[in-house]
């Protein structure tokens, strides 16, 4: 039985040699990794950073009343292009209780005022009319005359002034109670005009709703939003790790989602001098003002990405960045370039703007020069 054990692993071991022995000597009949090769190319490389934001006019107006009441009519819908002084709707006033009231009140007062200062007026009259008899006669002097003229013409003006007063007052009652008073003609307060001109973009009311005055506690109802299209911008936000990468007056590509295949110059000149947290990041707000070369009509609101243009180079010698090695001490550059079959050397270069793909060759290779693919991948399945 102990002869058997033993030679059973004696087997055992001899097996395991011999499959130790297969495996060396398959490995040692393994092809060598062989190296492909690419060469440098003349492309255009262009370093940019991308923003998101959207459309919108440079210059939008909101077209607020001067009065409060309810919308009579409306004359104009989104899209219409108008100009100013254009009418966009009327209203039809509800009196405010209260200051009707204060109106009639203010009414009567100066009612009162005007009978007194006619009354004063006319008692001035006659004492200017005795002086003056008085005078021609020399029983006065004309000291005493001249004063009695003086006192005459302040009453004349007095009522005069509070006549006026009146006439103010019951004008303020007209307005308060039916929005308009006469003389005031096409100025009616109750006429909502365009105050720019442009195109309607939004029309936020309908017959019937009630509207407020924009005042010193209330910024009004928006009656209609008017823009000049012509002039719009782009207006977007940018991550605080990319914003002390770009300038006032970089140029801008920009891209509209609901446009295919077009692209829209641009310039950056504005970047906030404060930035705001959004969703665990500061983001710093800027804005472009497009160059309109064409007639598409861009809508705004529209959803737009904007590629900043951080640095160019057009038609150089460049290569992908893939192939770069850097030297672990020195951190400097280098690629190996092919001598022979699959025999490299090292090449120190010197680098320009990269894109993230590919980068500039400044110097230190030439065109046509087979530039080692170091970091090849290996193919499923392959012994290479």
């Not at 302040?154 to 006469?182: H, P, W, Y």
């Not at 001109?197 to 019937?208: A, E, I, N, T, Y």
């Not at 460049?318 to 090449?347: H, W």
Request: hydrophobic residues 40%; contains cysteine; charged residues 25%.
């Amino acid at each position: 039985m102990k002869r058997t054990g033993t030679i059973i692993t004696l087997i055992i071991i001899l097996v395991c040699f011999c499959i130790g022995i297969w495996y060396i000597y398959s490995k040692d009949k393994k092809d060598p990794v062989v190296y492909e090769t690419e060469t440098p190319s003349k492309q255009t490389i262009v370093k940019k950073t991308v923003a998101t934001g959207s459309i919108v006019p440079k210059e939008e107006v909101l077209i607020k009343p001067n009065i409060s009441g309810i919308v009579d009519e409306i004359f104009v819908v989104a899209g219409d292009v108008i100009n100013s002084g254009d009418l966009i709707a009327k209203l039809k006033v509800v009196p405010n209780v209260n200051s009707l009231n204060s109106a009639k009140i203010n009414i009567n007062a100066l009612k009162i005022q005007v009978e007194t200062a006619r009354l004063a007026l006319e008692n001035q009259k006659n004492i200017y009319n005795r002086q003056k008899d008085l005078f021609d006669k020399g029983v006065i002097s004309a000291n005493e005359f001249d004063n009695a003229q003086l006192t005459f013409n302040q009453s004349q003006q007095r009522f005069s002034q509070e006549k006026v007063n009146l006439k103010g007052a019951r004008q303020t009652f007209d307005i308060v109670k039916t929005g308009t008073t006469e003389g005031l003609g096409a100025a009616t307060i109750t006429e909502i005009r365009a105050t720019v001109s442009g195109m309607v973009l939004d029309v936020p009311v309908k017959v019937g709703n009630q509207v407020i005055e924009a005042n010193n506690f209330n910024e009004g109802t928006t009656i209609a939003a008017i823009a000049d299209v012509e002039k719009m911008i782009f207006e977007g936000k940018v991550d605080e790790s990319e914003v002390g990468k770009i300038t006032e007056d970089l140029p801008l590509e920009i891209t509209v989602g609901a446009i295919e295949n077009k692209k829209f110059d641009a310039v950056l000149d504005y970047i906030a001098p404060k930035g705001v947290s959004e969703n665990g990041a500061i983001q710093f707000e800027i804005k472009g003002t497009l160059a309109k070369k064409d007639t598409t009509f861009i809508r705004a609101g529209l959803s737009a990405n904007a590629s900043i243009i951080l640095a160019k180079a057009e038609d150089v010698l460049s290569i992908k960045e893939a192939l770069v090695q850097y030297d672990p001490e020195t951190k400097k550059p280098f690629v190996e370039v092919s001598v022979g079959d699959q025999q490299f050397e090292r090449k120190d270069v010197e680098l320009g703007i990269s894109d993230g793909i590919n980068v500039e060759i400044i110097s230190g290779l030439g065109e046509g020069e087979e530039i080692k693919v170091w970091n090849q991948l290996k193919a499923v399945g392959s012994d290479r």
